[in-house]
Every structure is written in C-alpha cells, then in structure tokens.
C-alpha cells in the first residue's frame, strides 16, 4: 500500500493549473457546440486550436508545476516518483488511435 503525504501547493500554481484546464474544457465545449452539426469541420476547427493557442505548450507547463510536487529521487528501478505512477498512461499513437474503454471511463466515477 502506498504511503499517503500532504503537500502543499502555493495557491498562485493551483490557480495557473486551473486557468489553463478551464480554458481547454471551456474552448473545447465550445468549439463542440459551435459546430455540432459538421463533424468535418468541428475536427478541422479543433485541429487549428490546439496548433495556434499552442495548447501543448501550455499543458507541458502544467505537467511540469504538478511534477514539482513530487520527489525526483531515483528508486530501485531507476525511476522518479512520478515515471513510476505514470509508466501505464495511455496516449495516442499511430497504432492506438482510439482510447480503451479504461480510459473512457477513467472519470465518470469522480
């Protein structure tokens, strides 16, 4: 069983981390709204989001506010805290375009 531990988190971080995910969910219903009746044109429109507002970029400075929140020892296996917790993430590849139902469901239950 895992050892649970507090930390704390400077409330200018949380907020920034939070900014950045409501402007993804906002803009996504969005852009789902906007054009709910032309699939086509929803996908082209998302596509274009995500490259101009640069959207990876600001989700890497997310990753990288939450990962200070964990130690960057090395263990046994020659992993930090957060490789181990995230070694089975799912993502996106050329071979699996589409999300497991694992993932599907991942946050139903919250």
Not at 15 to 25: K, Y
Not at 96 to 109: E, F, G, N, Q
Request: with cysteine; glycine share 6%.
């Amino acid at each position: 069983m895992k050892k649970k531990s507090k930390k704390y988190v400077d409330r200018s971080v949380l907020l920034d981390v939070f900014r950045e995910v409501e402007s993804l969910v906002v803009s996504l219903d969005k852009l789902g709204s906007a054009f709910s009746k032309d699939c086509q044109k929803c996908d082209r429109v998302t596509g274009k989001y995500l490259v101009e507002w640069g959207i990876a970029n600001h989700f890497a400075g997310v990753r990288r506010a939450l990962s200070e929140l964990f130690s960057t020892k090395l263990g046994s296996d020659g992993m930090d805290e957060v490789e181990r917790e995230v070694q089975n993430v799912e993502y996106w590849s050329f071979s699996r375009r589409k999300p497991s139902s694992r993932w599907k469901r991942r946050w139903k239950k919250h």
